[in-house]
């Protein structure tokens, strides 16, 4: 299979991370790449870590430009993509790594993104119960958040196992990648060298509704989420803290017996040896989540710690991941377990 | 007055921090400097940064060094301050920037440190409530950890308020100083930088038993308290991200009122305006504290964050202060919330 | 003696550093702080480490706000200070810490900032032959560049002494601060952790004729300067690793002797022990230079390294310091060689 | 093909970057992997990157567990490599990462590694003039040290044009990680976040011999070398500023033309678009070298700026590099361009 791959949105973080994953994916064929204010420029301006792509000129992202491909990926800013992946056709298998189609409720949407709900895509999290069914042979793909994926891989075993109570407390660090490329003042080196910080406190950050929507359905009853993102001095990497309240009856070896059930075949969850814990430099660059659990018993609570790297499998790597499954491809086709590291 | 003052363990984070903060301490005239391993060696060889002291030479920790001041800290390994201290006699001020006489139960103390209790000390955190009136004029002064600095002053007003369920749940970032200056594998800056990771997690954290005595003292109740900390990528700084349910009842506004006045006469707590976070960079070498709260209704909880340096208000900021106060000195004396940045 | 200081261009890095610094100088009392597109806001929501200073509402930068001081600092982008400093009258010390009036050579400041020369004040560096004389009783100093002020305490000494071929070979890195608070994509913290990149390569940095004005005069013939700036992830401080030729008869006792003689009796200065090497987080937040000197004698090159905190001595520091000897205070009021580390 | 390769020296950083290569080579089948005080540990406990490799257990670095491969490479320490080479016998292909091998002259070994010499194995810098022709079929090479690689592929197209006189004055900022695994206080995240500092300064690393006898064998001349290397705040990447005095006569155009000319068909060099510099994240993880090259006429001298990954083309990836050769493979099997960036 030859797949003729567009990329919307290639100057930026994610799209250059989609592309880096493109690069080695043996069944694709790297079509064209798009931009905004960008457009007009060598790839290798912007990306110049993405040698064998650097003589690539950016296109505008118009409807001929993305025409006549089999898949194209957008990474767009949020409440672009529905205009674009209109004019697209049905035939087209489309990945949109923003938030457009993520919730399923309008409300949410339109509470914690300011605009209108354009709609609801199968959700690229295979791991997830109904995860792969959902997204075989489908022609959209809504690709999560990258704090989403975190946290609802380190807890919906939990829930689906109905060991946890239904509030969540997950406290998650995230490389400044995560924020983007847009230059903004609080995101100067100088200022995130040295530092951690939090944002978007108090349940304001927009990832949230969308962990309440995967946590809910693998517990079978609302979940509420108590979230809190930090910025840490690092380009990639997210460490989620996740817990919540054991139900009565809990015990360490219960815990552990629901992950070690929930991700037997799962091929890119390392759930790491009891003794070893996450660390996000093992995961760089690498579609892989390590996740590790803890019963605190004085506490009562379940602890979860996971790590992604929120760009590969936080983002285009979970891209790819999907479109593999929709395209019926081997689902780790392109994908890599192996970190660099140190 | 003129306060000599001696330091045992001034080769280590905690010893050069405290002789960096000594050094511009007007009332404090600096003695003797001791050291294990290290005594024998010039101070500029391993504190290059402290320059005014570059020519002066490690001495053993002997009782005969140690003889002769007003005031001996001890920066030593958990387990070695009591010996040490018992030798002093009882004119002499002694300050444990150790954990050996933090904890009031010998039972947690036999429990997390594996060790004989050696006793309680007057508790060196002014800001909880008595926390002044304990510390004035005693000869014998237990420094807090660095984590149950900044979890018990974010924490403490929600407690002492009764605004909060007693039920914690905290995950803090710290700077690698914290683990101090012994060479260890996982320390090395190959393997920090770039990367979070956890450790002591679910529950075994020998600060937590320090954190519950703190909040169950306020809340007058027994609180749990579920502590994660995380390794952060930079050498100094505490972030604290500390959460409860909210009791019924509890609004924004009885929240902010609550911690307005708990902070409001606290020279060294930095209650920030509403919209504005704290930052572990904005602390940086200050023993300033950073506060800001947030009622998140949708899940429940309040959430407090709280930045420190670990290494000043921490451990040697915060034990100069609590030095201050046995001593009658103005609390802040020698003792800046002027932080280095960026 | 009470001096009234103005800060316009209290907003960025340079003009927060000299805030941080005068707040600890006992005979500075901080007047007007002004700002371009930053005024109206409180000086706590752009520089939060300032906490004394966090309600303070920054104003315009004009010559009402700025008249009724004894000792106006100029941080504002190039270019703009000699139209301030026209305005403000010529009992008033005016410390311009931009570029404006460093070159004494026309021709040099038009090429490498082409713009008309605005003029050239007594130079800033008190450690340079005659630079105290200088700058005592002044009414107008220049602050040195930052690389400047590494590079010419580092090599004026063997070319004062006659011990350097007149060719010097200059490669320094940088911390980010010294690129400012404006925000540039290259500069995100995402881009510069993890990467070292070197730019104005060629001779074409704007502080390459400021060190050739230097290190000629110390020669007391033309020196030639191949500089090589560096970008490095860390938020502060420079190291410049400078070389030349060594002159024919030089032996390493000889280079050791001339810098010995060069630095005793300069308060600023830490010519370190052989065998100690200078490390830019000794010298943090601090006013200190390290220093240390080799002879390579297969090479036959003198090599000296200096480190200093790019934003104290290589700017804010470096000005209080000539405004301390303009002003006829002792030479180290206000200023410390103690670096906050680790 | 099926090469099968053992790793002697597993568990340290080159040792952990070759297998990150070596599993997506198409060509190697991973035998056995040994460790000395490792030995007996699961790899993911000291490589948690390396995931597909989890649960191999290190081997003691014995003839008999190193028995029965195609290639046996050598992460060992210095003088550790000979006593193994010899027991393996001559069919091997025996590729040693450590310098035992590097240096023709035995007396620079002797004065530089204070042992005796063990010889000199073909070199493992095929971009070098007659580098691919030495390793061809070779049984035995000879990996060259980190800086050696990026400097003397900076330099030798000048010295091989005559461009540049031969005096050549190096300054490199390096990665944590070129410092190997062992945990010693100065390599510490606390020591080395936010600082650079330099180290083996004034002629005495053991890497200045090796970049004597490259670029003087480019020369067809002898050639010096002052080299001072810097320790940068970051895990990976080298960036060497490398300049010299030109020729009469040189321009810059001359200067472009030899460069474009030098690496033309190269695979793994890049020399940059003019304008663009290189930037050690632009290389993270890949084997390519960026190249950029400047004609300061004012200094007369040529600067040339090489940025690699220290692991990888720097140890690992250019030994797969010249195996690939050795082994009549195509050349950049199994190695990648592309880089892991921001």
Known sequence: MVVRAAVAGASGYA????????????????????????????????????????????QPTTPEVLAGHD????????????????????????????????????????????????????????ELPGGRAALAGSKRIAVP?????????????????????????IVAASGTSGAGKAAKPHLLGSEVMGSMSPYGVGGVHRHTPEMIQNLSAAAGEPVTVSFTPTLAPMPRGILATCSAKARPGVNAEALRTAYEKAFA?????????????????????????????AYDEAAGRIVVISAIDNLAKGTAGGALQSMNIALGLPEDTGLSTIGVAP
């Open 145 to 169: 958040g990258c704090y989403p994926t975190a946290v609802s891989l380190a807890l919906f075993p939990a829930y689906a196992a109905q060991l946890a109570e239904p509030e969540a407390v």
């Open 15 to 58: 799209g250059g991370e989609l592309l880096r994953l493109l690069l080695v994916h043996r069944e694709v064929e790297i079509g064209a790449l798009t931009a905004n204010s960008n457009a007009g420029q060598p790839l290798g301006a912007l990306q110049p870590h993405l040698r064998p792509l650097a003589g690539r000129v950016l």
């Open 265 to 293: 075949d799962e091929p890119f969850v390392d759930l790491l040896p009891e003794g070893q814990w996450p660390a996000t430099a093992a995961v760089y660059g690498s579609n892989a989540v390590q996740i590790q659990v």
């Open 71 to 126: 898949v194209v990926f957008l990474a767009l800013p949020h409440g672009q993509s529905a205009a674009v992946a209109e004019q697209l056709g049905d035939e087209v298998l489309v990945v949109d790594m923003g938030a457009d189609f993520r919730l399923k409720d309008a409300a949410d949407w339109e509470k914690f993104y300011a605009s209108p709900h354009a709609g609801t895509w199968p959700y690229g999290l295979p």
